[in-house]
C-alpha cells in the first residue's frame, strides 16, 4: 500500500473528533471516503497531509512513518492535499497560482514539462493563464486548485469535496481528469457528499459515521449496502 493510516485518533484541545480510524491507498488506486456532515472525513484528510497532529495512531507513506515529519515535507515525498472551497490564491494569475504548486527541487526542475501536462488535462486553464484566479468561475477555480496540486508531482492526490457546486457538464470534465490521473499512476483519495457519483468512480470507499469507520468495502458493494443506507438516510 502506498498510504496506510492505523488506528488514528484526533482531537482538539480535549474534545476528540476521530476514534480507532485505519484506511489504505495502493498505487494508482482510487479511492473515496465517505459520512454525513461533521463524520471526521476532513479532519482524517488533514491530518494525514500535516495540518492537524494526530493523538495517536500511525500514518505511513511509501513505508515511512509521517507522524513526526511537518507538511511541507509530506508534500515533498509525493502527498498533494487539495482542500476544501478550491483555496486559490485569488489575486494571483492562474499561471502564478499554478507555479507556486512546483515548490519543492523535484517539482521544480520537471515544472515546464509538468506545466504542460496540466495544461492538457484542463485547456481551460491554458487559455486563461494571465487571469486572475478570483475572476474564474467556481469550475475553473476547482481546475485550478486540482492543477496546482499536480504540479507538486504528487503520488497521492487528496482532494477535499471535489465536485461540490459543480454543473453537471463540469462534473463529467473532473470525472474524466480523474481517469486520467489514475493513468499516469497517481493514486486519488478523495472525499464527496454524492454518495452515487463517488462510488461510481472508486474503486474502494470508506465510510465514517461520527468519528468512527463504520464500514469499508468494494465501491460495488457499498453502493447498494443496507448499513448505507442507514448511515445517510436513516432507513
Known amino acids: 500500500m502506498l498510504l496506510e493510516v492505523q488506528n488514528l485518533d484526533v482531537a482538539y484541545g480535549d474534545y476528540q473528533v476521530v476514534w480507532d480510524v485505519s484506511l489504505a491507498v495502493a498505487e494508482g488506486e482510487c479511492v473515496a471516503l465517505l459520512g454525513p456532515n461533521g463524520s471526521g472525513k476532513s479532519t482524517v484528510v488533514n491530518t494525514i497531509s500535516g495540518l492537524v497532529t494526530a493523538k495517536t495512531g500511525g500514518i505511513r507513506f511509501d513505508g515511512q512513518s509521517l507522524i513526526e515529519r511537518p507538511t511541507h515535507h509530506r508534500a515533498g515525498l509525493g502527498l498533494a492535499h487539495v482542500l476544501e472551497r478550491r483555496r486559490v490564491f485569488p489575486h494571483l494569475t492562474v499561471g502564478q497560482n499554478l507555479v507556486l504548486g512546483a515548490w519543492h527541487p523535484a517539482a521544480k526542475a520537471a515544472r515546464a514539462r509538468t506545466l504542460e501536462r496540466v495544461f492538457a488535462l484542463f485547456p481551460r486553464l491554458a487559455e486563461r493563464q494571465g487571469q486572475v484566479a478570483r475572476t474564474l468561475s467556481g469550475g475553473e477555480q476547482q481546475m485550478l486548485a486540482l492543477g496546482r496540486g499536480l504540479m507538486g508531482l504528487p503520488r497521492l492526490l487528496m482532494v477535499d469535496e471535489p465536485f461540490l457546486g459543480l454543473a453537471p457538464q463540469v462534473i463529467g470534465e473532473t470525472r474524466a481528469v480523474f481517469e486520467a490521473i489514475r493513468r499516469d499512476g497517481i493514486a486519488i483519495l478523495f472525499i464527496e457528499q454524492n454518495v452515487r457519483l463517488a462510488l461510481s468512480i472508486?474503486?474502494?470507499?470508506?465510510?465514517?459515521?461520527?468519528?468512527?469507520?463504520?464500514?469499508?468495502?468494494?465501491?460495488?458493494?457499498?453502493?447498494?449496502?443496507?448499513?448505507?443506507?442507514?448511515?445517510?438516510?436513516?432507513?
Do not use: C, N, T
Not at 465510510?207 to 463504520?214: D, K, P, T
Open 202 to 235: 472508486a474503486s474502494r470507499g470508506y465510510i465514517l459515521e461520527s468519528g468512527r469507520l463504520a464500514i469499508q468495502g468494494p465501491a460495488k458493494d457499498l453502493i447498494e449496502s443496507a448499513e448505507m443506507r442507514r448511515i445517510f438516510l436513516g432507513a
